[in-house]
């Protein structure tokens, strides 16, 4: 597997989200802890990362309230203990959480990662990075639809619209640390529903268009009982 050069070690924070439940999942037990191929989906992701880079950036890692003993244990278990992960704890939703974890990143860009997402590659990291070193301060991963698409408008009535104009967005979203920031501060005081990611908020809040490169149809994010069966499959080929 080729590496991400050790440039990126001192300037990049790497933020993963875990605060899952396991509603979509139909499971008792939070989504990120649930197993693929006899190994934790959280495993998977913080193991994968690591073999992305010559050198660890600072890794970051949000769990859910009262989870931060199970998950350090999880760590040590798995053997992963050496990425001296920071550990910090969410809130009630993904905005909340991400900030929490936001404050805690002390590099100059960021990569926001759900912890779902176990199979980024690194050709796909590359991508961004590249893109950051470009000069972008907010870049997406995103796939086209393959799906015929129809918009729903509040009365209900419908109509198509062209599936080439839709992209669909994956994670990590990569950042300038400094205009995530900025982004997320103007959002708490002002948060809108519609923002359900960090690119939305940088959009919303101060007017910036993040710039698009090519995700990856392999880095699916696991919510629900078919995405594990995809999963399993993928794991498998590792």
């Given amino acids: 597997m080729s590496r991400i050069g050790e440039k990126w070690s001192a300037s990049l924070s790497f933020l993963i989200v875990a605060g899952g439940s396991g509603r979509r999942m139909g499971r008792a037990l939070p989504k ?19 073999q992305l880079f010559d050198q660890m950036p600072e890794m970051v890692l949000v769990v859910p309230k009262g989870d931060v003993d199970f998950v350090t244990n999880m760590i040590e278990e798995w053997g992963l203990d ?11 939703t993904r905005y909340e959480s991400v900030w929490n974890g936001l404050k805690e990143c002390n590099r100059e860009l960021v990569a926001v990662h759900d912890a779902v997402r ?20 907010a870049v997406v991963p995103t796939i086209p639809s393959v799906d015929s698409i129809r918009l729903v408008s509040d009365e209900g009535s419908n109509a198509p619209f062209p599936r080439e104009r839709v992209q669909l967005v994956q994670t990590p979203q990569c950042f300038s640390t ?14 809108m529903e519609h923002c359900t990611d960090e690119a939305s908020i940088v959009t919303e809040m101060l007017s910036e268009s993040p710039h698009l490169v090519a995700g990856d149809e392999r880095n699916i994010k696991i ?6 069966i995809l999963a399993e499959f993928f794991a498998q080929q590792v």
């Fill in 82 to 92: 050496h990425l001296e992960i920071k550990i910090c704890t969410g809130g009630s």
């Fill in 32 to 50: 990120q802890y649930l197993e693929v191929h006899g190994v934790p989906i959280l495993i998977h992701t913080l193991r994968n990362i690591s």
């Fill in 178 to 191: 400094e205009v995530l920031k900025e982004g997320y501060l103007k959002f708490i005081s002002s948060p």
């Fill in 223 to 228: 919510t629900t009982p078919k995405d594990l």
């Fill in 118 to 137: 176990p199979f980024v590659t690194a050709a796909m990291m590359e991508r961004l990075l590249g893109a950051l070193e470009e000069g972008r301060r």
